[in-house]
């Protein structure tokens, strides 16, 4: 037994001595609000960490996939502005949190879900986060895929040694693994020292997208033939299909609204996390978007046939190329690679680290965190959720589903009910007469408005993955975010103002 609590001992994370057991379950050294000297973040650090987390092959895809469901290219934009202007709204509204009180988003639930009833948004996160990571991986590997090729042609042909259920090949989950391989080194890396990570990326990817986006151009013998392509659809599947096509880029965030404390607490003032948000968001997924639209599009023009993964696009490509287009593939490729490596950082590996913190922080930091949910990554089958367009948006649309009713009681507790003040020792702390602590940790009125926020979608969301329902519950779905955020919300006012709720 002596050399079991040993072992625990040696394996505990740092953090403040003198603390008992039931506060180590609540604080360690990541989990205390940002100390001064670890503020560095400015606002040109926030413009470069979205530019750089906009070139992404995700954001490609949900952009071209609008083409895909009958969207012109030019109401596919508008879908994206309007979109990720409504989200970039959303992420400065939680973002605000963190850049005020420095805090993340696990200490942040606490003060709307309880002490301990903070636990279930913080697992709903980190399953939503492990689970994108390996998306966001096997996307990584595909890019890995088309750099080797590029080099050894013959790496495309690989024989394929793995049964043919298993909707993955040898080559590509060679690739997949040399991308989550070469992924480790980048966890090592502190949150506020990962910033120049996102420096690099925010000059170099923009740099191999604007190439591909004038080789397609060329290819297709100017913009013209793109941009006179029309929609496919007309009447009210048109209206829903710009319905559609801005929630997907809401949903898009779902995850990034939730995690925009993680990094706005590094903020050296809250200015600093606000317009640089607000503006650079839509802006930079705009343009990223723009670029996969019209390259998407001119896969019709070259080739006959729509194209919604810009990297099926640059293989295309790739067939018959000469040496120099090889070599300009090869950098393409590459800047696809490091932008997905910062995206799955920024979006995915720290947030997984920072709930899995909260959840054992004795015993696991950030660091470690994100190493758990890189292993675990790898046994989800990424794969099958990337095959296709429909696959990839009702994902996206089912787990916006569940993030969007906290992200509603957050909100709502933030700003209306408790007015923007919280007391931040009382975070930490699990005194029964403490403001968070509620009902033996839990807050049930946050509970009920967040279970309310998912019933509205519920019905909506079985016959998006199969079974007729109702067409008024369809309806409803197409605009899960916004349901599910105001309907958690308003319940959540409502119920704090009926019944007693501490902390106020």
């Given at each position: 037994m002596s050399k079991i609590k040993w072992l625990a001992r040696k394996l505990e994370v740092a953090h403040e001595p003198g603390l008992s057991n039931t506060q180590l379950l609540l604080t360690n050294e990541d989990l205390q609000p940002v100390e001064p000297e670890r503020r560095l973040w400015s606002w040109l650090n926030y413009i470069a960490f979205w530019i750089a987390d906009s070139l992404n092959i995700n954001t490609w895809m949900i952009s071209s996939s609008m083409i895909v469901g009958g969207l012109s290219w030019w109401?596919?934009?508008?879908?994206?502005?309007?979109?990720?202007?409504?989200?970039?709204?959303?992420?400065?509204?939680?973002?605000?949190?963190?850049?005020?009180?420095?805090?993340?988003?696990?200490?942040?639930?606490r003060a709307s879900f309880g002490i301990w009833g903070s636990f279930w948004p913080v697992i709903n996160r980190v399953v939503m986060a492990i689970i994108w990571y390996g998306v966001q991986g096997y996307i990584g590997g595909e890019c890995v895929t088309l750099m080797i090729s590029a080099i050894w042609p013959s790496y495309l042909h690989l024989p394929n040694t793995i049964s043919p259920?298993?909707?993955?090949?040898?080559?590509?989950?060679?690739?997949?693994?040399?991308?989550?391989?070469?992924?480790l080194p980048a966890l090592w890396f502190p949150v506020h020292k990962i910033r120049h990570l996102f420096t690099v990326k925010a000059i170099y990817s923009p740099i191999a997208a604007i190439a591909f986006f004038a080789w397609a151009i060329s290819r297709a013998h100017g913009i013209g033939?793109?941009?006179?392509?029309?929609?496919?659809?007309?009447?009210?599947?048109?209206?829903?299909?710009?319905?559609?096509g801005i929630m997907n880029c809401i949903g898009n965030f779902a995850a990034l609204i939730m995690n925009d404390p993680?990094?706005?607490?590094?903020?050296?003032?809250?200015?600093?996390?606000?317009?640089?948000?607000?503006?650079?968001?839509?802006?930079?997924?705009?343009?990223?978007?723009?670029?996969?639209?019209?390259?998407?599009?001119s896969?019709?023009?070259?080739?006959?046939?729509?194209?919604?993964?810009?990297?099926?696009?640059?293989?295309?490509?790739?067939?018959?190329?000469?040496?120099?287009?090889r070599f300009g593939i090869f950098v393409i490729a590459l800047g696809f690679t490091l932008a997905q490596l910062g995206t799955?950082?920024?979006?995915?590996?720290?947030?997984?680290?920072?709930?899995?913190?909260?959840?054992?922080?004795?015993?696991?930091?950030?660091?470690?965190?994100?190493?758990?949910?890189?292993?675990?990554?790898?046994?989800?089958?990424?794969w099958k959720l990337a095959s296709s367009s429909n696959q990839f948006t009702t994902y996206l649309s089912a787990y916006s589903l569940f993030l969007s009713a906290i992200a509603g009681v957050m909100i709502c507790d933030y700003y209306i009910v408790r007015r923007g003040y919280l007391d931040v020792k009382a975070l930490y702390s699990i005194g029964k007469t403490d403001p968070y602590f509620y009902t033996y940790g839990f807050s049930w009125q946050a509970y009920a408005a967040y279970l309310s926020g998912i019933l509205i979608n519920i019905v909506g969301f079985v016959g998006a993955v199969g079974p007729t329902v109702?067409?008024?519950?369809?309806?409803?779905?197409?605009?899960?975010?916004?349901?599910?955020?105001?309907?958690?919300?308003?319940?959540?006012?409502?119920?704090?103002?009926?019944f007693s709720h501490s902390g106020d």
């Amino acid at each position: 037994m002596s050399k079991i609590k040993w072992l625990a001992r040696k394996l505990e994370v740092a953090h403040e001595p003198g603390l008992s057991n039931t506060q180590l379950l609540l604080t360690n050294e990541d989990l205390q609000p940002v100390e001064p000297e670890r503020r560095l973040w400015s606002w040109l650090n926030y413009i470069a960490f979205w530019i750089a987390d906009s070139l992404n092959i995700n954001t490609w895809m949900i952009s071209s996939s609008m083409i895909v469901g009958g969207l012109s290219w030019w109401q596919s934009w508008i879908c994206v502005w309007v979109g990720y202007f409504i989200a970039a709204g959303f992420v400065c509204l939680t973002g605000r949190i963190g850049a005020v009180y420095h805090i993340s988003f696990p200490v942040t639930v606490r003060a709307s879900f309880g002490i301990w009833g903070s636990f279930w948004p913080v697992i709903n996160r980190v399953v939503m986060a492990i689970i994108w990571y390996g998306v966001q991986g096997y996307i990584g590997g595909e890019c890995v895929t088309l750099m080797i090729s590029a080099i050894w042609p013959s790496y495309l042909h690989l024989p394929n040694t793995i049964s043919p259920g298993a909707g993955v090949s040898t080559r590509d989950f060679v690739s997949f693994f040399l991308f989550w391989l070469c992924s480790l080194p980048a966890l090592w890396f502190p949150v506020h020292k990962i910033r120049h990570l996102f420096t690099v990326k925010a000059i170099y990817s923009p740099i191999a997208a604007i190439a591909f986006f004038a080789w397609a151009i060329s290819r297709a013998h100017g913009i013209g033939p793109i941009i006179h392509q029309p929609n496919t659809v007309h009447g009210s599947d048109l209206s829903w299909a710009v319905v559609k096509g801005i929630m997907n880029c809401i949903g898009n965030f779902a995850a990034l609204i939730m995690n925009d404390p993680d990094f706005s607490r590094f903020a050296r003032t809250p200015k600093d996390a606000l317009w640089s948000q607000l503006l650079t968001i839509p802006i930079g997924f705009g343009i990223t978007s723009f670029i996969g639209i019209i390259v998407s599009s001119s896969a019709a023009v070259i080739y006959g046939k729509l194209v919604w993964n810009p990297l099926d696009l640059l293989q295309m490509f790739l067939d018959g190329a000469s040496s120099g287009q090889r070599f300009g593939i090869f950098v393409i490729a590459l800047g696809f690679t490091l932008a997905q490596l910062g995206t799955n950082i920024s979006a995915n590996s720290v947030s997984a680290g920072t709930d899995l913190t909260a959840l054992l922080p004795r015993y696991l930091n950030i660091r470690r965190g994100s190493y758990i949910c890189a292993a675990i990554s790898l046994a989800i089958c990424p794969w099958k959720l990337a095959s296709s367009s429909n696959q990839f948006t009702t994902y996206l649309s089912a787990y916006s589903l569940f993030l969007s009713a906290i992200a509603g009681v957050m909100i709502c507790d933030y700003y209306i009910v408790r007015r923007g003040y919280l007391d931040v020792k009382a975070l930490y702390s699990i005194g029964k007469t403490d403001p968070y602590f509620y009902t033996y940790g839990f807050s049930w009125q946050a509970y009920a408005a967040y279970l309310s926020g998912i019933l509205i979608n519920i019905v909506g969301f079985v016959g998006a993955v199969g079974p007729t329902v109702p067409i008024g519950a369809t309806y409803i779905y197409n605009v899960n975010y916004f349901a599910g955020v105001i309907v958690a919300g308003g319940m959540y006012f409502i119920l704090t103002k009926l019944f007693s709720h501490s902390g106020d």
